[in-house]
Nanobody, 115 residues
Framework: QVQLVESGGGLVQPGGSLRLSCVAS????????MGWYRQAPGKERELVAG???????NYAESVKGRFTISRDNAKNTVYLQMNSLKPEDTAVYYC?????????WGQGTQVTVSS
């Protein structure tokens, strides 16, 4: 049974930081590309950041220079370090694992940026 469990969300003031974690089980983690997506109320889910099995990364333009994705294959974990947070970063953040036709999602973690 595949599970992706996110943690680290919460309420933070504008300009603050959070680090999201996603622990995967039931997959050979090192083979999978991993990604963080987010969905704000009334909006479609969008890719925030991705990291391939080889460690290459890509980011949405809106988060470049502020967010950093990384992975620890020994811990089956992918991270999203979020700095200089803005109110428009408020959303539910989802972890995603992708390999060929297989795609798995976590349950999501809420991030709220507000003063």
């Amino acid at each position: 049974q595949v599970q992706l469990v996110e943690s680290g969300g919460g309420l933070v003031q504008p300009g603050g930081s959070l680090r999201l974690s996603c622990v995967a089980s039931g997959i050979i983690f090192r083979l999978y590309a991993m990604g963080w997506y987010r969905q704000a109320p009334g909006k479609e889910r969008e890719l925030v950041a991705g990291i391939t099995s080889g460690g290459s990364t890509n980011y949405a333009e809106s988060v470049k220079g502020r967010f950093t994705i990384s992975r620890d294959n020994a811990k089956n974990t992918v991270y999203l370090q979020m700095n200089s947070l803005k109110p428009e970063d408020t959303a539910v953040y989802y972890c995603n694992a992708h390999l060929l036709s297989q795609r798995y999602w976590g349950q999501g973690t809420q991030v709220t940026v507000s003063s």
